[in-house]
T-cell receptor, first 115, second 115 residues
Framework: DTEVTQTPKHLVMGMTNKKSLKCEQH?????MYWYKQKAKKPPELMFV???????INESVPSRFSPECPNSSLLNLHLHALQPEDSALYLC??????????????FGPGTRLTVL | GDSVTQMEGPVTLSEEAFLTINCTYT??????LFWYVQYPGEGLQLLLK?????DKGSNKGFEATYRKETTSFHLEKGSVQVSDSAVYFC??????????????FGKGTLLTVNP
């Protein structure tokens, strides 16, 4: 089983709202990732958690706040977003050693629209 | 820096045609190489991978061989189907470990297969 699930599938929010994206995997992976993907572009890395600790933060604005409550769950808390933050947000997981052989498995994504 | 270059799309083929999508890379170390596929409205799916020189990754009729001498990982399929219509991403990861770990994507190639 190589399934990563994400909820919700679609989200529309105003610039003053607070919302959260959720990601879950049951593959025993210990690394989890958030990516942002704009239309017709490759995914851009936002955050990496390895063994429930934040390992990489790609200089993402503070209006995006990640959280890793346990090894199976990853959240992305959203607050005071801008319309340009509208995108597909992808979660991924891998075994966790963050070495070149680590293979990332992606979820279906959350399509976020900021009004 | 490390980078992946894919052939420019879009690529349009008739059903049962032969497919090649070129991918070359530049890397400071010895990368692992991946092909991911993204169907319309979905997340990324791992299509195949190779972790060392001369390895051949294969899946669902697709193949790619890790060529270290030409720094290439071209994707091929002998007979494409309409259901293969998607965006294909070539990617690499390096054994930098820890905070230097990253999956570097090419820009993606849109494939459309007509009946």
């Amino acid at each position: 089983d190589t399934e990563v699930t994400q909820t919700p599938k679609h989200l529309v929010m105003g610039m003053t709202n607070k919302k959260s994206l959720k990601c879950e995997q049951h593959m025993g992976h210990r690394a989890m990732y958030w990516y942002k993907q704009k239309a017709k572009k490759p995914p851009e890395l936002m955050f990496v958690y390895s063994y429930e600790k934040l390992s990489i933060n790609e200089s993402v604005p503070s209006r995006f706040s990640p959280e890793c409550p346990n090894s199976s769950l990853l959240n992305l808390h959203l607050h005071a977003l801008q319309p340009e933050d509208s995108a597909l947000y992808l979660c991924a997981s891998s075994q966790g050693r963050l070495i070149r052989r680590d293979t990332q498995y992606f979820g279906p994504g959350t399509r976020l629209t900021v009004l | 820096g490390d980078s992946v270059t894919q052939m420019e799309g879009p690529v349009t083929l008739s059903e049962e045609a032969f497919l090649t999508i070129n991918c070359t890379y530049t890397a400071t170390g010895y990368p692992s190489l991946f092909w991911y596929v993204q169907y319309p409205g979905e997340g990324l799916q791992l299509l195949l991978k190779a972790t060392k020189a001369d390895d051949k990754g294969s899946n669902k009729g697709f193949e790619a061989t890790y060529r270290k001498e030409t720094t290439s990982f071209h994707l091929e399929k002998g007979s494409v189907q309409v259901s293969d219509s998607a965006v294909y991403f070539c990617a690499l990861s390096l054994n930098s470990g820890g905070s230097n770990y990253k999956l570097t994507f090419g820009k993606g190639t849109l494939l459309t297969v007509n009946p």
